[in-house]
């Protein structure tokens, strides 16, 4: 049977092949798990079971190999990839997940190996075996002679991105920061304020048996408890919400769009910030909504027609290209710049696996380019906020130390002042940080600029 087989009626022979398929072919985890499940083919707990397996492996990725690397007597990168994978699903199942009988992780995991990889059934039934007589003696790096590398090894972090984290936290903190990237985020909504009100959609999930509760700084959110199908949600169809982290829907309430301005949303897809613009313009008023790809237009577009959006428009825009720029100023315009997805890596595990630094200075001096673009949108005395879901100050803190020496007619404007209730997530020099340690939101940035 080929490993990269179109469906499967077995979790972990499923979960195998979409990780094979995203070490080889790169794609997204929740688009391929998505796919998988739309086929049927998985029934009752194996529907969970799927994608906690995909994920899980994804995230736990770095601690996996650092165990097997113990176990196994050569380097694992002269595995087979399929041999690989089934060590890690097993692995997994043995080191994380108490629910899964020992015997069954180990005799499941053989069986698929018999399956894809029969030469290495005996390798993997003689790894994992080895490991549960071996769990309580495997050694990790010292923190204390090599802080970076022991945080890699015990939360699954590359360890050049735990350096990053260490040059801007303490240790304890940068810690904590590595093993809340490494956890199942939560699932967070935003109510649709044009439709009903969070209270409402509240008292809809609670008559409805869905367990959820108000998030602490978005007006507009709500944490839902356990594992949803989306489109199954009270509401869903009717437009009462949609799926945004409470650190993306404060970008929006930063920017604090007023009825009836004229507002740019550069980079918009899929539309979860336009859509909420929208909500706060109150559907009155001039949105544009752009992005650099015209297949991802539609999207945003179906996003605002189930929210009963009105003013917005879309449009394809180049920010790299001048030409293709709307034509006139704009009251207010949002730049959630293309970034390392750094602080979203607990939602798209196989990102972290991929980057490099040299990605984040690539990605920085584009930024740098679009945010000069972006300014030039700005009528005089408009606002712009540039943000980003990275955790990279070279994305964040110096793009924008880098355009405020270049713009003199900008300033950055100190949220401090202008959101007192939200003091805890800004910085000293008054830009929004927020932390999946400190805050249980994704890892955003968003600074406030203004035209004179």
Known sequence: MSALAPSTANPRQAACQVLLRIAKEGGFADRLIDHELEKGHLIGPDRGLFPELVFGVLRRRGSLDHILAQLVDKPLDTLQPQALTILRLGLYQLAYLDRIPESAAVNESVNLARETVPRAGGL?????RNYLRR?????FPDPAANPA????????QPEWL???????????????LAEAS?????LTLRANTLRTTRDELLRLFTESGVSAVPCCHSPHGIQVEGRHQIPTLPGYREGLFCVQDEASQMVALFLAPQPGERVLDCCAAPGGKATHLAQLLANRGELLATDISRTKLPVIREAAQRLGIDCLAVATVDLHRPETFPTGGFDRVLLDAPCSGLGVIRRNPEAKWRLTPDDIQRLAAAQKAMCANAATMVKNGGI???STCSTSREENEQVVQDFLSRHPDYVLEDLNGLFPDHRELFTAEGMFRAWPHRHNMDGFFAARLRKL
């Open 124 to 128: 993997i039934n003689a790894v994992l």
């Open 162 to 176: 735990v350096a990053q984290w260490l040059g801007q936290l303490d240790f304890p903190e940068a810690e904590a």
């Open 135 to 139: 769990k309580d003696g495997l050694t």
């Open 384 to 386: 712009l906020v540039y």
């Open 149 to 156: 590398a022991s945080i890699a090894a015990r939360h699954s």
């Open 182 to 186: 490494s956890r199942q985020p939560p």
